[in-house]
């Protein structure tokens, strides 16, 4: 499988957000449980604010159906949302071609 590059731009923060947050963990914590997703982790210098997560897949298509999942997708807090095929040059991640 290879390793596609998902990066997030989350609108402002909103309460609903911030309760709908423990389920996106959830989300997250469960896929990569399942070795699908490698790691990933907040941007925290971005504006707006967003995320970089780096998922084990067959496509963009698989990729971007899996992360339609995400609690925070469903509710509307991702403004934008991005799924590339990142191929690793240096380096290596367990899990990732």
Do not use: C
């Not at 449980?33 to 941007?43: F, H, K, P």
């Not at 496509?59 to 509307?76: A, C, K, L, Q, Y």
């Amino acid at each position: 499988m290879a390793a596609y590059a998902v990066t997030y731009a989350y609108v402002p923060e909103t309460e609903e957000m911030t309760e709908t947050r423990p389920s996106h963990v959830e989300f997250l914590k469960g896929l990569n449980e399942q070795g699908t997703l490698l790691v990933s982790g907040r941007l925290t210098e971005a504006d707006p604010l967003g995320a970089l997560l780096i998922i084990k897949g067959e496509s963009v298509d698989e990729v971007t159906e899996i992360m339609n999942g995400d609690p925070f997708h469903r509710g509307g807090f991702i403004a934008e949302r991005t799924v590339r095929r990142w191929n690793i040059a240096f380096g290596s991640i367990e899990g990732a071609e």
